[in-house]
């Protein structure tokens, strides 16, 4: 109902450019309000290529990285900051010009705002995973609602260890090569193997989906273009003084 309402888009648009108006490598197509109605968006034509052309034969990989670079820092600025996400990254939502080697962003009809407390829980376990804390990361993931204070330790163990696990780009020092990991395979041999085989872990929290959703795709995209980008030293300045 939120996506086939482009009213409610058009808003989201316009507070969207204002959020990433520091952003210069981002463009965000302007609103025509004259022409906008609840059944029809009018938008700035925007011209670029399709975002999976930087996985290209010759696209430089420093190109290929300071898309990923640019594209992982607004995921966490979305999150730590802004506290609103366009939570759906599938490659007909973005454009890539390659003579600014700027990146075009459309379509905000799913375009989530989380509350305070929501960030804050999400900065104090992203700070326990890259410390290496697991106990730290066990009372947050039972805050969030990964799992529940109740639940048993093999339970809790469990859901920490996937925690830690999914988080590995943050965790690694320097730059992740996203296209020559396994985690999304490892992910969910885990995540079966806990979830399904052995029934230790709990169905996420509905808030969490659409973060999910950001998350995982955010992934898939940057590995699909073959972008190396240090994610823990975006994250780290994000995080101070929240939670």
């Known amino acids: 109902a939120q996506e086939a309402d482009y009213l409610a888009e058009a808003a989201s648009l316009e507070r969207y450019a204002s959020l990433v108006a520091d952003e210069h490598e981002l463009l965000v197509p302007r609103a025509h309000r004259?022409?906008?109605t609840a059944r029809?968006?009018?938008m700035d034509y925007m011209d670029g290529e399709p975002l999976e052309t930087l996985a290209a034969p010759g696209v430089a990989q420093a190109t290929r990285d300071a898309i990923g670079t640019l594209l992982e820092r607004l995921l966490f600025r979305e999150l730590f900051e802004f506290r609103t996400?366009?939570?759906d990254p599938n490659f007909a939502n973005y454009l890539w010009q390659p003579d600014t080697g700027k990146v075009v962003l459309l379509d905000f009809g799913s375009t989530m705002q989380f509350d305070?407390?929501?960030?804050?829980?999400?900065a104090r376990i992203t700070r326990a995973v890259i410390a290496g804390d697991r106990a730290a990361v066990a009372r947050h993931a039972i805050a969030i609602g990964y799992?529940?204070?109740d639940d048993t330790p093999q339970l809790i163990a469990a859901t920490t260890d996937l925690i830690m696990l999914v988080c590995e780009p943050v965790r690694h020092l320097g730059r992740y090569d996203f296209a020559a990991s396994d985690l999304a395979s490892r992910g969910r041999a885990l995540g079966f193997d806990l979830g399904i085989r052995q029934g230790l872990l709990r169905v996420p929290p509905p808030q969490t989906m659409?973060?999910?959703?950001k998350l995982v795709g955010s992934f898939l995209m940057l590995a699909h273009i073959g972008a190396r980008?240090?994610?823990r030293r975006l994250v780290l300045p994000l995080l101070e003084g929240k939670g």
């Open 85 to 87: 996400m366009q939570t």
């Open 34 to 36: 004259d022409l906008t």
């Open 40 to 42: 029809i968006l009018a």
């Open 147 to 149: 799992a529940a204070a």
């Open 229 to 231: 980008v240090d994610a």
């Open 210 to 213: 659409f973060l999910h959703r």
């Open 116 to 122: 305070p407390a929501f960030v804050d829980a999400y």
